[in-house]
C-alpha cells in the first residue's frame, strides 16, 4: 500500500512539473497571437497532413527495425504482430506514466510470442534503444561541432549543449564498458551485479546478447541507416510542422537544434517529457529568432501527434486482452508485476 501511494506521488509530482512548465510558458506569451497562429495553420493543411503522415512511415521504419533485431535475436515473429506491439508500447508511452512504460510493454508482449523468451525479448529493446540513442547522439555531436558558433554566440544554448556533450560522453563510456566488459569485470559494482543471485544470470545473458548483435556487421549497418533515416524524417516532419505555422528557418536549423531538444527530454524528469521539450523548444528555437508563441505550438503539435497515433496502440491493447481472456485490469496487473521483477 505505502508503495502505491509513493508510486502515485512521484508521477503525480512528475506530472505536475510538466504541466507547470507549460503553464509557466502561456504566461510569458501572447496567447491572442498563438491562437491566430494555430488558426491560420489550418489553411497551410497540406504541411500538417504531411507531417502527419512522416510521424506514420517513421512508425513503420521502427517496426522493421525492430523486427531485423528480433531476427538477429532469433525470436521469431510475424511482422504485423511486431507492428501491433510497436503500438501498444506506443500506447503506454503515452499514457501510462508509471512503471508500466513502453518498453516493458514490448519486452513483455515480445515474450509471449516467442515461447517466454524473456531475456532475449528485453535485450532486444534494449538494443532498439540504444541504436536510437546513440545515432541520435552522433547527429548531435556532428551539429555540435559544425554549427559550434551558433552555440556559443547565444547564452541561453549553453546549458542544453553541455547537458548534451554530457550525455555524448556517458553514452561513449557506456559503450566502452559494454564492449570491453571483461577489462572491468574486476570492479566491485560490477562484480556485484555478476554475482547477484536474481539479476546476475539475466544481465550476463543480456550482455551476451548485445555483444553477439554487435558482431552482425550487416544487421547493425542496416539497422543504423533505418535510425539515421528515422531522426532524419522526426526533423522533416518539424519543419512541415513549423511551415504550417510560418516559422520561417532552414532545414539545417532544425537539424542544429531538434536532435538536442529530443535527447534532453528523453531524461525521465517528467512523464513522456511533457515540458521539458515545450521548455527546450521555447529556449533553442528562440536563439533561432522563432517566437515562444510559434515554438510552443510546434513541440505539441508533434507530441499530440504521437499520442493520436498511440490510440490504436490502446484499441490493439484490448484486443490483446480480450483474446488472452483477461480484463484489462488484470493485464496492467501482469504487467506491473513484470516491473517489480525487473527493478528487484
Given at each position: 500500500m505505502k508503495k502505491t501511494i509513493k508510486k502515485f506521488a512521484r508521477n503525480t509530482l512528475r506530472l505536475g512539473i510538466g504541466l507547470g512548465i507549460i503553464v509557466f510558458i502561456l504566461t510569458k506569451i501572447n496567447l491572442r497571437e498563438m491562437l491566430s497562429v494555430l488558426h491560420q495553420s489550418l489553411f497551410q493543411w497540406p504541411w500538417l497532413v504531411l507531417?502527419?503522415?512522416?510521424?506514420?512511415?517513421?512508425?513503420?521504419?521502427?517496426?522493421?527495425?525492430?523486427?531485423?533485431?528480433?531476427?538477429?535475436?532469433?525470436?521469431?515473429?510475424?511482422?504485423?504482430?511486431?507492428?501491433?506491439?510497436?503500438?501498444?508500447?506506443?500506447?503506454?508511452?503515452?499514457?501510462?506514466?508509471?512503471?508500466?512504460?513502453?518498453?516493458?510493454?514490448?519486452?513483455?508482449?515480445?515474450?509471449?510470442?516467442?515461447?517466454?523468451?524473456?531475456?532475449?525479448?528485453?535485450?532486444?529493446?534494449?538494443?532498439?534503444?540504444?541504436?536510437?540513442?546513440?545515432?541520435?547522439?552522433?547527429?548531435?555531436?556532428?551539429?555540435?561541432?559544425?554549427?559550434?558558433k551558433f552555440y556559443v554566440s547565444h547564452w541561453s544554448t549553453h546549458l542544453p549543449a553541455l547537458l548534451m556533450i554530457g550525455m555524448?560522453?556517458?553514452?561513449?563510456?557506456?559503450?566502452?564498458?559494454?564492449?570491453?566488459?571483461?577489462?572491468?569485470?574486476?570492479w566491485p559494482i560490477l562484480r556485484s551485479?555478476?554475482?547477484?543471485?536474481?539479476?546476475?544470470?539475466?544481465?550476463?545473458?543480456?550482455?551476451?546478447?548485445i555483444y553477439l548483435y554487435h558482431r552482425?556487421?550487416?544487421?547493425?549497418?542496416k539497422t543504423s541507416l533505418l535510425t539515421l533515416l528515422i531522426h532524419s524524417l522526426i526533423i522533416l516532419q518539424c519543419f512541415c510542422f513549423g511551415k504550417s505555422l510560418q516559422i520561417n528557418i532552414t532545414i539545417l536549423d532544425y537539424f542544429t537544434v531538434i536532435p538536442l531538444i529530443i535527447s534532453?527530454?528523453?531524461?525521465?524528469?517528467?512523464?513522456?517529457?511533457?515540458?521539458?521539450?515545450?521548455?527546450?523548444?521555447?529556449?533553442?528555437?528562440?536563439?533561432?529568432?522563432?517566437?515562444?508563441?510559434?515554438?510552443?505550438?510546434?513541440?505539441?503539435?508533434?507530441?499530440?501527434?504521437?499520442?493520436?497515433?498511440?490510440?490504436?496502440?490502446?484499441?490493439?491493447?484490448l484486443g490483446y486482452t480480450a483474446g488472452a481472456g483477461h480484463t484489462v485490469h488484470d493485464e496492467i496487473v501482469d504487467l506491473e508485476d513484470e516491473a517489480s521483477d525487473e527493478n528487484r
Amino acid at each position: 500500500m505505502k508503495k502505491t501511494i509513493k508510486k502515485f506521488a512521484r508521477n503525480t509530482l512528475r506530472l505536475g512539473i510538466g504541466l507547470g512548465i507549460i503553464v509557466f510558458i502561456l504566461t510569458k506569451i501572447n496567447l491572442r497571437e498563438m491562437l491566430s497562429v494555430l488558426h491560420q495553420s489550418l489553411f497551410q493543411w497540406p504541411w500538417l497532413v504531411l507531417g502527419t503522415l512522416i510521424s506514420v512511415v517513421c512508425l513503420l521504419i521502427g517496426t522493421e527495425r525492430w523486427k531485423i533485431i528480433l531476427d538477429a535475436q532469433g525470436l521469431k515473429m510475424a511482422w504485423s504482430r511486431v507492428f501491433c506491439i510497436t503500438l501498444i508500447g506506443q500506447f503506454f508511452n503515452s499514457f501510462m506514466f508509471g512503471s508500466t512504460g513502453g518498453d516493458l510493454a514490448r519486452a513483455f508482449y515480445a515474450a509471449k510470442e516467442t515461447h517466454h523468451k524473456k531475456t532475449e525479448a528485453v535485450a532486444t529493446v534494449v538494443i532498439d534503444r540504444m541504436i536510437g540513442l546513440v545515432m541520435l547522439n552522433l547527429i548531435a555531436a556532428v551539429m555540435l561541432a559544425t554549427r559550434y558558433k551558433f552555440y556559443v554566440s547565444h547564452w541561453s544554448t549553453h546549458l542544453p549543449a553541455l547537458l548534451m556533450i554530457g550525455m555524448i560522453a556517458a553514452t561513449v563510456a557506456a559503450l566502452f564498458v559494454v564492449y570491453n566488459i571483461r577489462f572491468f569485470k574486476g570492479w566491485p559494482i560490477l562484480r556485484s551485479i555478476e554475482y547477484h543471485p536474481k539479476i546476475g544470470p539475466v544481465v550476463r545473458r543480456m550482455l551476451i546478447s548485445i555483444y553477439l548483435y554487435h558482431r552482425r556487421g550487416k544487421v547493425l549497418f542496416k539497422t543504423s541507416l533505418l535510425t539515421l533515416l528515422i531522426h532524419s524524417l522526426i526533423i522533416l516532419q518539424c519543419f512541415c510542422f513549423g511551415k504550417s505555422l510560418q516559422i520561417n528557418i532552414t532545414i539545417l536549423d532544425y537539424f542544429t537544434v531538434i536532435p538536442l531538444i529530443i535527447s534532453l527530454a528523453a531524461i525521465p524528469i517528467t512523464p513522456g517529457g511533457l515540458g521539458v521539450r515545450e521548455g527546450l523548444a521555447v529556449t533553442m528555437l528562440g536563439a533561432l529568432n522563432v517566437s515562444a508563441h510559434q515554438a510552443l505550438p510546434l513541440s505539441l503539435m508533434i507530441y499530440l501527434v504521437s499520442v493520436a497515433l498511440s490510440l490504436f496502440g490502446g484499441f490493439i491493447f484490448l484486443g490483446y486482452t480480450a483474446g488472452a481472456g483477461h480484463t484489462v485490469h488484470d493485464e496492467i496487473v501482469d504487467l506491473e508485476d513484470e516491473a517489480s521483477d525487473e527493478n528487484r
